[in-house]
T-cell receptor
Framework: GNSVTQMEGPVTLSEEAFLTINCTYT??????LFWYVQYPGEGLQLLLK?????DKGSNKGFEATYRKETTSFHLEKGSVQVSDSAVYFC????????????FGTGTRLQVTL | DAGVIQSPRHEVTEMGQEVTLRCKPI?????LFWYRQTMMRGLELLIY????????DSGMPEDRFSAKMPNASFSTLKIQPSEPRDSAVYFC?????????????FGPGTRLTVL
């Protein structure tokens, strides 16, 4: 079956540090890949997505590239801010499944001044 | 657009009581998803509907859980009888989702505590 593996958190960084959160996946076919973010006390919201190999999704300074050869979709940001503190979820949706998502376990990011 | 609306936002109940969670999806969306989030198990898909029809309920933990979608603008998730291990945050999400890359929009969640 489908699965998504994320690096364990929490990740603690100082403001303006570089961020990488690793994500790898297992799926049949050609999935679409997503990063969702959950701020404290809120539901998840889409951060970025990529729908085919070598696509790069980007939003709010975050980016991730769909790497089929390594089955990865790592999230990066060049300079994090305190306001980026949240839980980040990697997810996949297999083609033809009407946007049903398989989520990773989430990685908590804490950014300090 | 008001987004996905869930009610109540918080529910505290005693073991054995019936609990009903409600969701109003975004107008025009034809897929609806119920999730449960706990520290131990993370985010789990319980059930999803497409055009008001349940498509996959394999994530529903047991017969105490049931979900309905009587029309395109309303869904319920019922737990009867409730148990302390049902304590979690329950999210509803909707999507216009006939293709796999369509975004899911999440509601704010219902925090359920079963004493």
């Amino acid at each position: 079956g489908n699965s998504v593996t994320q690096m364990e958190g929490p990740v603690t960084l100082s403001e303006e540090a570089f961020l990488t959160i690793n994500c790898t996946y297992t799926a049949t076919g050609y999935p679409s890949l997503f990063w969702y973010v959950q701020y404290p006390g809120e539901g998840l919201q889409l951060l970025l997505k990529a729908t085919k190999a070598d696509d790069k999704g980007s939003n709010k300074g975050f980016e991730a590239t769909y790497r089929k050869e390594t089955t990865s979709f790592h999230l990066e940001k060049g300079s994090v801010q305190v306001s980026d503190s949240a839980v980040y979820f990697c997810a996949l949706s297999e083609s033809g499944t009407a946007s049903k998502l398989t989520f990773g376990t989430g990685t908590r990011l804490q950014v300090t001044l | 657009d008001a987004g996905v609306i869930q009610s109540p936002r918080h529910e505290v109940t005693e073991m054995g009581q019936e609990v009903t969670l409600r969701c109003k999806p975004i107008s025009g969306h034809n897929s609806l998803f119920w999730y449960r989030q706990t520290m131990m198990r993370g985010l789990e898909l319980l059930i999803y509907f497409n055009n008001n029809v349940p498509i996959d309920d394999s994530g529903m933990p047991e017969d105490r859980f049931s979900a309905k979608m009587p029309n395109a603008s309303f869904s319920t998730l019922k737990i009867q009888p409730s148990e302390p291990r049902d304590s979690a945050v329950y999210f509803c999400a909707s999507s216009s989702g006939v293709v796999s890359y369509n975004e899911q929009f999440f509601g704010p969640g219902t925090r359920l505590t079963v004493l």
